[in-house]
């Protein structure tokens, strides 16, 4: 069965620093991975996805995640964190069967 | 605004309620989805459905009764709720159930039995 993992609840960050959150994956095949984000009493937007190509995937805000297959990661990364960067970050892989299951989400922080 | 809009905002709603929830699409998809969203868990896919039909139903209780009438609009119907389903109900819509394309999701529903 395929599934993300984000093994970090909670991410603190302050402003200017650079901010990563974390993903690891786990698939049959060739993985189709996303990032989404949801601030406070919204829904989730999308941010970027690796399909193919390049291991580096730029995407919306800034935002930037890094496909490392012997790693089995897709870290999402922002070189200088914002703090209207606050928010739910949650990883995702879709299935075989189309299904997008999603991360348990990590809770960004960015302090001024 | 991702094209997907959820009505109502918020819901609260006793044991022996019967309400819905709707959700309403006009970007031209055809696969919509109803999400549960629970604090600290992953978000929960309960029901997809691909130009207008059901192509998945993940063990949901049947207190949960989808409905979708036309490719723009999906439903939620609920009775006889417990307190263990108050949660965010998310809807999404995609061009297809394919590969390459992503969900863009409504601001939700957040529902409260008491």
């Known amino acids: 069965a395929q599934s993300v993992a984000q093994p970090e609840d909670q991410v603190n960050v302050a402003e200017g620093n650079p901010l990563t959150v974390k993903c690891t994956y786990s698939?049959?095949?060739?993985?189709?991975l996303f990032w989404y984000v949801q601030y406070p009493n919204r829904g989730l937007q999308f941010l970027l996805k690796y399909i193919t190509g390049d291991n580096l995937v730029k995407g919306s805000y800034g935002f930037e995640a890094e496909f490392n297959k012997s790693q089995t990661s897709f870290h999402l990364k922002k070189p200088s964190a914002l703090v209207s960067d606050s928010a739910l970050y949650f990883c995702?892989?879709?299935?075989?069967?189309?299904?997008?299951?999603f991360g348990a989400g990590t809770t960004v922080t960015v302090r001024a | 605004e991702t094209g997907v809009t959820q009505t109502p905002r918020h819901l609260v709603m006793g044991m022996t309620n019967k309400k819905s929830l709707k959700c309403e699409q006009h970007l031209g998809h055809n696969a919509m989805y109803w999400y549960k969203q629970s604090a600290k868990k992953p978000l929960e896919l309960m029901f997809v459905?691909?130009?207008?039909?059901?192509?998945e139903n993940n063990s949901v209780p049947s207190r949960f009764s989808p409905e979708c009438p036309n490719s723009s609009h999906l439903f939620l119907h609920l009775h006889t709720l417990q307190p263990e389903d108050s949660a965010l109900y998310l809807c999404?819509?995609?061009?297809?159930?394919?590969?390459?394309?992503?969900?863009?999701f409504g601001q939700g529903t957040r529902l409260t039995v008491v």
């Open positions: 459905y691909s130009l207008e039909e059901r192509v």
């Open positions: 995702a892989v879709l299935s075989n069967d189309y299904k997008l299951s």
């Open positions: 999404a819509s995609s061009p297809s159930r394919s590969w390459n394309t992503e969900a863009f």
């Open positions: 698939v049959s095949g060739n993985p189709y």
